[in-house]
């Protein structure tokens, strides 16, 4: 079983479209994150939701929403999307204490056209 | 000034050898290390924790020097099976519990 999956994998759009990227994770974390990974490939976090909660918002445009229905689930919206907003979407989760491990998703490769 | 930095290589090795990665990280008050590896086009994987007094898993084995605030992963064997990138990652104690990742060190291994 996949552990933290996300949908889709692939997302080719043009600009000033709006997409969404889901997460789920099935291993009973409580916390939840969204990582973007540039075309440098540095990774930075985006976004942290503990039980729900966001607990972390980091310097992203608010065209970047994102939305936790529940703990296992962590949903990523774009609005009015840019060229400099392709690269690829990590979601991850862990049990919060901070010394356990991330589990990461297969990432979304988003390009926008 | 990045809050994690690596060499970003690449480090190109033969079968057998032993290779060292180096990282420093600019905030004092970072709390708990981490190397992960990232294979191409894959998603980042837990490698090893680093702890204070330095450990070891296998052929790997970490070291941290808070007062340096160095971080250091050596690579002791290498296998063809280890080229990949290897991730530099700490936690501050005012970033929740997300992870601040160095850009990575590319390995590549080669028979």
């Known amino acids: 079983d996949t552990a933290v999956s996300q949908t889709p994998k692939y997302l080719v759009t043009q600009m000033g479209n709006d997409k969404s990227i889901k997460c789920e994770q099935n291993?009973?974390?409580?916390?939840m994150y969204w990582y973007k990974q540039d075309s440098k490939k540095f990774l930075k976090i985006m976004f942290s939701y503990n039980n729900k909660e966001l607990i972390i918002n980091e310097t992203v445009p608010n065209r970047f929403s994102p939305k936790s229905p529940d703990k296992a689930h962590l949903n990523l919206h774009i609005n009015s999307l840019e060229l400099g907003d392709s690269a690829v979407y990590f979601c991850a989760s862990s049990q919060g204490a901070p010394y356990y491990e991330q589990y990461f998703g297969p990432g979304t490769r988003l390009t926008v056209t | 000034r990045k809050e994690v930095e690596q060499d970003p290589g690449p480090f190109n090795v033969p079968e057998g050898a032993t290779v060292a990665f180096n990282c420093t990280y600019s905030n004092s008050a970072s709390q708990s290390f981490f190397w992960y590896r990232q294979d191409c086009r894959k998603e980042p994987k837990l490698l090893m924790s680093?702890?204070?007094s330095g450990n070891e898993d296998g052929r790997f084995t970490a070291q941290l020097n808070r007062a340096s605030q160095y971080i250091s992963l050596l690579i002791r064997d290498s296998k063809l099976s280890d080229s990949a990138t290897y991730l530099c990652?700490?936690?501050?104690?005012?970033?929740?519990?997300?992870?601040?990742f160095g850009k990575g060190t590319s390995l590549l291994v080669t028979p």
């Open positions: 680093v702890y204070s």
């Open positions: 990652v700490v936690r501050n104690s005012n970033s929740g519990y997300a992870l601040n």
């Open positions: 291993l009973g974390h409580d916390t």
